[in-house]
């Protein structure tokens, strides 16, 4: 089992920066890869982008790539997004979480195995 907490969400206005923090627990060495997500009211889940654990190879959607990025620190087993230029329609639900699929990278939300407990972002106008 792996355990994920989110941290660093809160309110911002259009224009600022966040950083959101994920720290794993338990089997972390059977994480390949750790997804950040964001769900806003009445919407799907949806992906924002990935890390790779070991590695650190990043992958993210097009709508935050160049404002967001995503970090880790493997000797805190903790993974970053640092989020800039945030906009309203920014604001959602955070969450993050890891696959243990080992080789596979996915954007898809029910291909993660387990997810944190979700922290929230609200971008003020």
């Known amino acids: 089992q792996v355990q994920l907490v989110e941290s660093g969400g809160g309110e911002v206005q259009a224009g600022g920066s966040l950083r959101l923090s994920c720290a794993a627990s338990?089997?972390?060495?059977?994480?390949?890869?750790m997804g950040w997500f964001r769900q806003a009211p009445g919407k799907d889940r949806k992906f924002i982008g990935d890390?790779?654990?070991?590695?650190?190879?990043?992958g993210y959607a097009d709508s935050v790539k160049g404002r967001f990025t995503i970090s880790r620190d493997n000797a805190k087993n903790t993974v970053y997004l640092q989020m800039n230029s945030l906009k309203p329609e920014d604001t959602a639900v955070y969450y993050c979480?890891?696959?243990?699929?080992?080789?596979?990278?996915?954007?898809?939300?029910?291909?993660?195995?387990?997810w944190g407990q979700g922290t929230q972002v609200t971008v003020s106008s």
């Open positions: 979480a890891a696959t243990t699929q080992w080789g596979r990278r996915t954007t898809v939300p029910r291909e993660y195995d387990y």
């Open positions: 338990g089997r972390t060495f059977s994480i390949y890869a």
């Open positions: 890390i790779t654990w070991i590695v650190g190879s990043t």
